[in-house]
């Protein structure tokens, strides 16, 4: 499903250890969201949409993601990016400087 929903495998960070991944609705939107553990235990969060909706995707399932929970808390990083079609908000307990950093793994 996420493959289909982004029209190619959901961007992860290399040498990360994937924890989940959902597809789901999140603020109106039908995106994909990856969580992956960092060295020192935290969560990396990958919330992904596709610029344009790939062909044949269909609606996620609603309740996968619930639109009400914020998946950050106040103490962490947040950076929007837009590579290969897709956007991307990463969220993890970094300074914003190594989230992005962290953000140039990207596969």
């Known amino acids: 499903a996420a493959r289909r929903l982004l029209g190619r495998e959901p ?4 040498g990360l250890p994937t924890v989940s991944v959902q597809v789901g609705r999140l ?16 969560l990396l969060v990958l919330v992904q949409a596709a610029d344009k909706p790939a ?19 106040g103490e962490q990083a ?4 837009r590579t290969g079609g897709i956007t991307l908000t990463a969220t993890a307990p ?14």
């Open 94 to 107: 970094l300074p914003e400087a190594s989230l992005a950093r962290l953000l140039d793994g990207l596969r």
């Open 55 to 73: 062909a044949g995707a269909g609606p996620a399932h609603r309740a996968s993601l619930p639109e009400a929970r914020d998946e950050a808390p």
């Open 27 to 42: 603020r109106g939107r039908t995106v994909v969201r990856v969580r992956q553990r960092l060295e020192g235990g935290g």
């Open 11 to 14: 961007l992860r960070v290399r």
């Open 78 to 81: 947040r950076l929007v990016r």
